[in-house]
């Protein structure tokens, strides 16, 4: 077993135990269940680079891949998106210390890593010429960055309907006081959807670019294509709606959900469907 597997395994049960201890602070809310959960983090993603540094040591030891990133295979891929998802979370704890957030966002970290661990094979090997571009070091880093500030913002969509719904019921939980207030949601939600959109609409197009000098044209309709300018629509009439129909809370929320649906699709879903673009079918 290779170092980079063992510190990869290291980040899972990292992850893994901050997510238990945001699930521990959600219910008991003991101010050090959240510090600790972010201490364990920081150290899930110091481990998490680590790793990364590893195996891009390996990956340039194979000549024609020298000064490439490697997420060209779904393992490269999972493992980026899960250390951004955390990273983003990080950040975004650190600025707002909301502690109660983690139990609705990591999870998404420990699911991105296990899947990796699990299912992916962290083998590296020689680029493929069509890949063997620069544009591998900046379209599939910010398109999954976007992606990552996405399923933050999902999480936080998800703690808005549980709070509506303690709000709503005859009997709300002390789970009611614990979560931030729905206003507070739904402007965090929109915040990062906000930030995240320009960002995916910047790697769309830097997509295009690199697909033209590739192969001579800019858009193909190749499903990841597809899916990925229905992804950027749908985030784009949440905007629309809210800034020009005023929506907010439960209804902004199903919208942005829907997107983060489309999110998931677009990295897992079409690999079983677009060759061009396929992780899972071999095609880079």
Known sequence: MSMEVILIKAVLAFYGVSTVLAFAYLFYREEK???????????????HL?????????????????????INTFFGALSYLALAVALVFFVVEREHRLGILGAFVLPWTALGIGAAVIFADPKVSGLVPALQSYWIN????????????????????????IQEHQIKSRKPSELCYRL???EELDDLNYKIIVAAFPVL??????????????WGRFWGWDPKETWALITALIYAGYLHMRFIA?????????????????????????????QLHGYLSGGG
Do not use: C, D
Not at 34 to 47: D, E, T
Not at 51 to 67: C, D, K, V
Not at 201 to 214: E, H, K, L, Q, S
């Open 180 to 182: 931030p207030s729905i």
């Open 50 to 70: 680590a790793s990364f540094a590893l195996r891009l040591q390996a990956f340039w030891a194979i000549p024609e891949n020298r000064y490439f990133l490697p």
């Open 138 to 161: 900046i379209h599939p880093m910010v398109i999954m960055t976007a992606y990552a500030a996405f399923g933050n913002a999902f999480g936080v969509g998800l703690a808005l309907l």
């Open 201 to 214: 609409t910047v790697g769309i197009i830097m997509g295009g670019i690199w697909a033209y000098n590739a």
């Open 33 to 47: 269940w959240s510090l600790w959960m972010l201490r364990l983090l920081g150290a899930g993603l110091a481990l």
């Open 246 to 274: 005023g929506l907010r809370g439960r209804k902004a929320v199903y919208v942005s959900m829907v997107g983060f649906a489309s999110v998931v699709f677009t990295f897992i879903g079409v690999n079983f469907l677009s």
